[in-house]
Structure formats: C-alpha cells, structure tokens
C-alpha cells in the first residue's frame, strides 16, 4: 500500500487524534447523508460470495454478475456442488474469474461442512475460510452482521494515512490504529463515507482539497 501519511510539525496526543477523527466523520457524513456499502446483498452468504468476486474488480460489475448468479446459487450448498466449468462461465466476466470460482467453491464447501452452511460471524471463523482474508471478513462482520468493524480497503487506507491518522502501511495496523480513533457505534459508517470520500474528493493522484468538506481538519497538504 503506497503511503500518503503527511509530515506534521506537531504531534497529536491520542485525545486530540480521537476529536479530529470526530470532527471529520461529522464532516464527512454530512457530505454524503446517503452514502452505503457499494455492493448489493441480502444475506450474508450474497455480501461474502460479493466480497470474493469483488476483489480487483469494479463493485458495479459484482452487482450485475450477483443479480444473476444469485438466483442460481441460493444456499452455500449450491456453490458448493455446481460444477466448476459451469461457475466459471457464470463468472466470466469478472476479472480472474477462473480464481475466484475455485475460491467460491472451496469456501462454500467449508461452510456446508464446517458450519451447516450458514457464515459464521466471528473474525477468528470468517478468516479460516479459503478466500476470506481480515478485510473481507470486517467488512462482512460490519455490514452484514451489525458489528463495530473496519474493513481497510485501499480508500480507507490511503486516507487515514493522508489524513494523518496513521503512518502505517499494512492493512492490519492500520486498522488497529483506526478502532481506538473511531467510536464503536460510527465504524461501520465511517468506512462508507471513506470511501465514498476517497472515490469522489480525496482522488489518489490529485486530491481535491480546494473543495474538500474537512479541509480545516486534514493536515494534507503540508
């Protein structure tokens, strides 16, 4: 992950760190009231089946394979059974489809096996599957299980570094400097408004800070 963490003249201590954090996902939610979870589901099986396919792929070409697929493939079972040749025709279209329906398949049999195919909804399971690594796995705990989780995706963090609320660059640590930042009850929502922020303002290349909405409270740039 390419850092963006800006140089500071000041350290924060941890209390101011947690207030700007506060100030900017105020911020941010009134700049995007609407803004949810990109990708469409209803069960958590569809929101992980997603999340796989997701991977290096645009969430608008997730949701038009899912829209199809899902009717198909109703039950973990039925992922788990289909043929494999049959899958990857179904997938085409997405990138690395030949992967990802081997990935598919071999999580969804564990889950039939393991789980009596349903999808757990602790971190320590969700990361036991074949294909669920920790930000999948947050952010399916977050968004289809309701629970306090940040899922670091490349937006969440790229921004948290350029917003100097971290200056780490593993995804892992990153996310532990985040949750003693966010409060519990906001860190399903602020990973939407990153995000969201990160696709629209906040560009990798050329951010848009002239018209940024918590410009007063990001030290980017320098």
């Known amino acids: ?18 207030r700007r954090m506060r100030t900017i996902l105020h911020g941010l939610n009134q700049a995007y009231p609407d803004t949810t979870l990109a990708l469409n589901f209803s069960s958590p099986l569809e929101l992980l089946i997603a999340l796989i396919l997701a991977a290096q792929c645009t969430d608008e070409r997730v949701n038009a394979v899912m829209a199809i697929v899902r009717r ?4 973990a079972k039925a992922w788990a059974e289909v043929d494999h040749k049959s899958l990857e025709q179904d997938l085409r279209s997405v990138s690395f489809y030949r992967n990802k329906a ?5 999580c969804c049999q564990e889950l039939v096996t393991r789980f009596n195919g349903q999808v757990p909804q602790t971190l320590e399971e969700l990361v ?3 294909g669920v690594g920790r930000k999948t796995a947050n952010v399916l705990r977050g968004n289809a299980f309701g629970q306090p989780a940040i899922g670091v995706d490349r937006h969440v963090g790229r921004l948290a570094q350029r ?3 971290t200056t780490q660059t593993d995804p892992d640590k ?6 003693v930042l966010v409060p519990d009850d906001s860190k399903v929502r602020f990973c939407h408004v990153m995000q969201t922020h990160g696709r629209v303002q906040c560009l990798a290349r050329t951010p848009l ?11 980017y740039p320098t």
């Open 1 to 18: 992950m390419k850092t963006h963490v800006p140089v500071t003249s000041a350290k924060e201590t941890l209390s101011q760190k947690q």
């Open 163 to 165: 917003m100097g609320f």
């Open 102 to 106: 081997k990935a598919i398949r071999a």
């Open 209 to 219: 800070c002239d018209t940024c909405p918590v410009r007063s409270s990001c030290p």
């Open 128 to 130: 036991s599957l074949s």
């Open 72 to 75: 198909k493939y109703p039950t």
């Open 174 to 179: 990153i996310e532990d400097d985040l949750n």
